[in-house]
């Protein structure tokens, strides 16, 4: 949350003069300038035009004028359910549930938590958390993958299945699935408990719980990838990357005798699936079909 | 402006008024999200259908709720992970005595990357991002018109620059 301030304040038109100034004396003001101003170029009023009122109202249906009756049996379906509706809201204000945020296949969302610290969930990915209990404890639960990005503040505790995560204010991924357990930080520290294991995160540094095996290593990225469109790997069991495919593009995919547990380091995007199906299967020497139905058929190339 | 609470979506003031207030925009957002190949005007138009045949359940207050979701769900049922290409139209040039072929192709080059930056970033952060810097909109009104929080438009258009800046670095003058 603390790189870069100056260039998200410009974004926000929050910079006061005196940090104006310095900004715009940046190497790299006029390259931001004309990024924004390029974006234009896409202005959607060039291509699509909305149609008027006029032209809508010839598609309306023709409406009929109801006759109304008094009917006296509805009155009192009227002031029953007002009693239903007053004790439902005054049962969820005293015993308030909590909140569970979902992603589908192909899905990705960003939501703010009661002391403002940012979650953005990967596809096929919930978190819960209680928002009444939040300022008091903040502790959430984590199945699938999530990049956090937290205020400062007590602990923050995330908690799956496998492991769980604890922090003060800092940003890192967490990714829970299957079998697989893995934290990257990129910013703070972070402290990872699993099984028998309590290991710290620092900036840069990549942690992963394999079945029972921990494993240390670098990241140098400055975020997860799969938040700017792609889906990275290093030595991932090729069953994994397949996996990801299907949660990214909403498909099923059937391996024909090809190994599940080759290794794959690379990455695929998340809006072209037949580039993403070529990035997976090349290095391996595979061949994929799509059928009409969204089936996806990996198989050894036939030479 | 409490008086508008109650007011009747079945009576063609306040259905109009429902109109020039939301149809605009919700197009826009179409456009940005899916897609010139949604047909963001046609599902527009649709959802105000679906909107004024549902007028006696639906109040007021949410119309604007009810409008994005009907027309959300009527694209998602049409594409299934199309590549949301957005198209370009750039400025014609008005001195082109600075315009060899190869500074022609560069641009182009430049368009073209600059396209399917667009493309790779998630509906969310494009939608944000065009919303705010090209319409002009600002952060608490694209809030209110996504159901968010203005942080985390904040956030969705500061993402989507680092990505769009990441990906041109290589067409910056140095």
Known sequence: MEQNSLLEKWLNNSLSEAEMETFQKSEEYPFYQK??????????????????????????????????????????????????LGFALFYFFQFKPEIKIETLAGQKTTVELPDASLVTLNAMSEITYSAKKWNKNRSLTLKGEAFFDVAKGAKFDVITDKGSVSVLGTEFNVRQREENFEVICFEGVVKVISGNFTEELRAGERL??????????????????????VSDFIE???????????????????????SRDSLFTGGFVHNDLENALRSVTEPFGLSFSISENQLVTISKREN | MTEELNQDICKEDTFKHLYDSH????????YYKFGESCNPNDK???????????????????????????????????????????????????????????????????FKKYQQTLAKLSEEQRVAFMLNKVEGKKHEEIAQQLGVTRKVVEYRIYSAFKVLKEELENFRIK
């Open chain 1, 35 to 84: 990024l924004i101003a390029d974006a234009s170029t896409f202005k959607a009023s060039h291509f699509s035009q909305l149609s008027n009122f006029e032209s809508l109202k010839q598609r309306l249906p023709e409406k009929e004028v109801p006759v109304r009756k008094l009917n006296s049996t509805r009155w009192v379906l009227r002031i029953a359910s007002v009693f239903v």
């Open chain 1, 208 to 229: 992963r719980l394999h079945k029972s095996e921990l494993i240390r290593s670098k990241s140098a990225m400055e975020g997860p990838q799969w938040n700017s469109g």
């Open chain 1, 236 to 258: 991932s069991p090729f069953i994994e990357v397949i996996k990801e495919l299907e949660r990214q593009y909403n498909v099923e995919i059937i391996l024909n005798g090809v």
């Open chain 2, 23 to 30: 149809a605009t925009e919700l197009h826009n957002y179409l």
């Open chain 2, 44 to 110: 527009t138009q649709d959802a105000f259908v679906k909107l004024w045949e549902n007028c006696k359940k639906v109040l007021f207050s949410k119309a604007r709720g009810f409008l994005y979701k009907v027309a959300n769900n009527m694209v998602l049922n049409d594409l299934k992970h199309r590549k949301v290409v957005l198209r370009y139209q750039k400025e014609k040039p008005v001195d082109r005595t600075n315009e060899n072929p190869e500074f022609l192709m560069e641009e182009e080059q430049y």
